[in-house]
């Protein structure tokens, strides 16, 4: 049975820093893409930024760019996702997903989530 479990969420100030964990288990992860998604109140699931695997490519949404950064930890088998200059607009839930394959930057493409993290960030 495949889990994925955030953590790392918190309240922060605009300019502060955070590092998400998300902890996969129930199989092997090497084939699959992980990405990390997020819902903001009354907003769609929005796509933030995404890692394959196996070769560590890594794929992010324009608006997080030298912002933030995925990486995972093949030992842990953990994926991160390190947010520095946060914005009060970054306040969302952020989701940890994965899928087989290929690369999507859409929502229904994935085919495992976890339960969510909230980020506040205040102004």
């Known amino acids: 049975q495949v889990q994925l479990v955030e953590s790392g969420g918190g309240l922060v100030q605009a300019g502060d820093s955070l590092r998400l964990a998300c902890a996969a288990s129930g199989r092997t992860f090497s084939g699959y893409v992980m990405g990390w998604f997020r819902q903001a109140p009354g907003k769609e699931r929005e796509f933030v930024a995404a890692i394959r695997w196996s070769a560590g490519t890594t794929y992010y949404a324009d608006f997080v760019k030298g912002r933030f950064t995925i990486s995972r930890d093949n030992a842990k088998n953990t994926v991160y996702l390190q947010m520095n200059s946060l914005k009060p607009e970054d306040t969302a839930v952020y989701y940890c997903?994965?899928?087989?394959?290929?690369?999507?930057?859409?929502?229904?493409?994935?085919?495992?989530w976890g339960q969510g993290t909230q980020v506040t960030v205040s102004s």
């Open positions: 997903a994965a899928k087989a394959a290929y690369f999507s930057g859409v929502y229904s493409g994935y085919d495992y």
